[in-house]
């Protein structure tokens, strides 16, 4: 069983920034790839930035210049670290984790999201 958890959401005015974390824990051989996506309002959940265990990482048009997503010091943690954020990037962020149990199943998870709110 894989945890994935969200935090570092809020309110924020536009031009500001906020670091956005997921956590993974459990039982669990690697992650091969973490992704961050959001979905606002009336919208599909699209994909953010993405990173995997090799270092590749993609990132939304949208948000190239502005978004980095990174890896913490214990390789189970993921930041997103977001600055001159802007109104359109209001929605709620899902982070979601792929890679291999201890037992070699693959295994992608998703957490509950975390809210973050752009204000003009």
């Known amino acids: 069983q894989v945890q994935v958890v969200e935090s570092g959401g809020g309110l924020v005015q536009a031009g500001g920034s906020l670091r956005l974390s997921c956590a993974a824990s459990?039982?669990?051989?690697?992650?091969?790839?973490v992704g961050w996506y959001r979905q606002a309002p009336g919208k599909e959940r699209e994909l953010v930035a993405r990173k995997t265990s090799g270092g590749n990482t993609d990132y939304v048009d949208s948000v190239k210049g502005r978004f980095t997503i990174s890896v913490g010091n214990g390789e189970n943690t993921v930041y997103l670290l977001m600055n001159s954020l802007k109104p359109e990037d209001t929605g709620v962020y899902y982070c979601?984790?792929?890679?291999?149990?201890?037992?070699?199943?693959?295994?992608?998870?998703w957490g509950r999201g975390t809210q973050v709110t752009v204000s003009s």
């Open positions: 459990g039982t669990f051989l690697k992650i091969n790839t």
């Open positions: 979601n984790a792929a890679g291999l149990t201890t037992g070699d199943a693959a295994f992608n998870y």
